[in-house]
């Protein structure tokens, strides 16, 4: 399916945003691995400070139209999304993860967006 994959890390009153775009036509199935590099506000993600991070997962599926992707479409097939892992490194070589096994992103009330908030721990797998 094609949309915009989004990783939004929340620390203190700083959001750093990591997008990912895909444009498979397909069904996207298992061993799928996505990258994205992206630059944080100094000093607001801090192995010392942050142990955990927040982070909002969000994908915007392109595949529907796009004039307000807030817009219900009661009458459009949803697909299922799954995530295993996220991790988050900083240059360093701090790891900060969660890898929880078929973490489903839900839809938002029946349109193309799909989101889950999760935490990331620091060396959490």
Do not use: H
Request: proline share 4%; hydrophobic share 35%.
């Amino acid at each position: 399916m094609k949309g915009n994959l989004q990783l939004n890390i929340t620390s203190d009153d700083d959001v750093t945003s990591f997008n990912f775009y895909s444009e498979n036509e397909d069904e996207i199935s298992g061993g799928l691995e996505l990258r994205a590099l992206g630059a944080a506000k100094f000093s607001s993600v801090d192995p010392e400070v942050n142990k955990v991070l927040s982070v909002t997962l969000r994908f915007t599926s392109q595949e529907y139209p796009k004039d307000d992707s807030l817009r219900p479409m009661p009458d459009v097939v949803y697909p299922s999304i799954f995530v295993d892992r996220i991790v988050v490194s900083d240059f360093y070589g701090n790891v900060w993860s969660n890898c929880q096994k078929d973490t489903f992103l839900e839809n938002i009330r029946r349109t193309n967006v799909d989101e889950v908030d999760l935490e990331l721990k620091l060396n959490g797998c």
